[in-house]
């Protein structure tokens, strides 16, 4: 899959921009805070209808302004596609795929498969769980419809059995219909977690060993109450109903599920350099891609997002090996330092295109 074109107005800080992208790497220099990761999110929102940074929509429209649009030309699976995203100060954003609307935007995630590598992935490994679940279910989400559905479903009840435990209702046949739905997509949520997870890891480990050039050892766990042999997700919240009556809110489930990360067999919280954690979290992101390319027979975009600050001069060197070979399609990357945007396009064999960045305005640049 190819982004070819992208317009965008009003989009944070950019006011007016169009630009044609090369089918390789397109390269975007400038300061922090001019617009670059700006881009990237325009981008990313087109493929999952919300930003990477997880701010509301709002926020993302220029200020003074009351309404922003981008729209993006691709190439998929051979075939010419358009997406126009619409945001306003007052109505709901829509998103259109060839002119038309989509009724329900969970029916547009994994169409157009996505991968982005930015600083705030430390998150993944020094925040709560509710940081890698997150990332889990986006993954997933992207390569099983199924599995987005359950989801959906799986946190509508879940917020409903909360609703009835804050106000204290005593009805067994409303707690029933809610817990049914919990147990049946809940039960397999924990079996896709389970499966993915798994394939994941191998290929994660090849990653980080190819980046960090050790025989440093990584693993990821899926750490759930699910994982007992026999136990169902009735089971758990049966044995926890007087707590849960007591507390006001659901405290077992998927929603509380975990990814265990370590190295060598410590936890990579506590025991990973910078350089370490960095290497880490850009290997997951880079599995990520093998695993989305495989499950959809399409190449995901990637987007990398000043990815090389604290690391070292062979680790950077090893990231742009892996990146520029064919195993990865297009890429847009973003940088405070052209030594590295320079060194990329040069393994390019000229398929590159760069521009500058300067308060939202891109200028086309030359090697």
């Not at 306003?88 to 829509?94: N, Y």
């Not at 992935?121 to 279910?137: F, K, N």
């Not at 106000?167 to 049946?184: F, K, Q, R, W």
């Not at 949520?189 to 060993?209: C, G, N, P």
């Amino acid at each position: 899959m190819r982004l070819e074109e992208l317009s965008l107005t009003n989009f944070k800080n950019i006011p007016e921009t169009n630009l044609v992208f090369s089918d390789k790497v397109n390269c975007f220099l400038g300061n922090n805070g001019m617009g670059k990761s700006n881009l990237l999110d325009a981008v990313y929102f087109l493929s999952f209808c919300k930003s990477f940074s997880r701010v509301p929509d709002k926020m993302l429209i220029r200020r003074g302004e009351d309404f922003a649009i981008a729209r993006g030309r691709y190439v998929r699976k051979g075939i010419d596609e358009e997406l126009t995203l619409g945001l306003s100060a007052s109505k709901r954003k829509t998103l259109k795929r060839g002119g038309k609307e989509y009724d329900r935007l969970s029916s547009h995630i994994g169409s157009f498969p996505l991968v982005m590598v930015a600083p705030q992935d430390i998150d993944l490994i020094r925040e709560s769980g509710e940081e890698r679940r997150h990332w889990m279910d986006m993954v997933i989400s992207q390569s099983d419809p199924i599995y987005l559905d359950s989801l959906i479903r799986y946190t509508r009840a879940l917020e409903q059995r909360n609703r009835l435990l804050r106000d204290g209702c005593v009805d067994h046949n409303l707690y029933s219909a809610v817990e049914t739905i919990l147990d049946m997509s809940g039960g397999y949520i924990h079996s896709v977690r389970t499966a993915r997870i798994a394939q994941l890891t191998e290929i994660f480990d090849k990653y980080y060993s190819a980046i960090a050039g050790t025989d440093e050892k990584v693993n990821l766990s899926y750490q759930s109450g699910l994982n007992q042999e026999g136990v169902t997700l009735q089971t758990l919240i049966d044995e926890a109903r007087r707590h849960d009556e007591i507390v006001k809110h659901t405290s077992v489930g998927i929603h509380r599920d975990d990814i265990g990360m370590e190295l060598d067999g410590m936890p990579m919280r506590r025991t990973g350099s910078q350089g370490q954690c960095k290497t880490f979290t850009i290997a997951l992101r880079l599995a990520q891609y093998d695993f989305l390319h495989s499950a959809t027979g399409i190449r995901p975009l990637l987007l990398l997002d000043d990815i090389f600050d604290k690391l070292d001069a062979s680790r950077v060197e090893r990231i742009m090996e892996l990146v520029t070979s064919d195993s990865f399609g297009q890429i847009f990357i973003t940088d405070t330092n052209r030594t590295h945007l320079d060194e990329i396009m040069k393994r390019t064999g000229g398929n590159y295109r760069m521009w500058s960045v300067n308060e939202g305005v891109f200028t086309p640049t030359q090697s």
